[in-house]
């Protein structure tokens, strides 16, 4: 097993910028890619970003691309989602998980997941 914590979510203002960070504890970090999704208020939850266990490779939705950042340290077993500019439409629970798969968009290949950390951005 393979536990995830998030933290970092809050209330921001439109344009500004905020860092989520992913703890993972248990089994062995190594070798998972890991992502985000968020879900917003009645929607399903989405792909956000997902990088793979060397952070050689990286995947962005398109709604996030050159405004969030993704990157991880597996020496502090976390992953970090660096969001900019973020905008009203940003607002969701934000959720990381990981997976054995290579740096996978879909939800269902993911093998575990966190509680989530709530990101709000009012305008």
């Known amino acids: 097993q393979v536990q995830l914590v998030e933290s970092g979510g809050g209330l921001v203002q439109a344009g500004d910028s905020l860092r989520l960070s992913c703890a993972a504890s248990g089994r062995t970090f190594n070798g998972y890619s890991m992502g985000w999704f968020r879900q917003a208020p009645g929607k399903e939850r989405t792909f956000v970003a997902a990088v793979s266990w060397s952070a050689g490779s990286t995947r962005y939705a398109d709604s996030v691309k050159g405004r969030f950042t993704i990157s991880r340290d597996n020496a502090k077993n976390t992953v970090y989602l660096q969001m900019s500019s973020l905008k009203p439409e940003d607002t969701a629970v934000y959720y990381c998980?990981?997976?054995?798969?290579?740096?996978?968009?879909?939800?269902?290949?993911?093998?575990?997941w966190g509680q989530g950390t709530q990101v709000t951005v009012s305008s």
């Open positions: 998980a990981a997976s054995i798969q290579f740096v996978p968009q879909a939800e269902g290949l993911y093998n575990y």
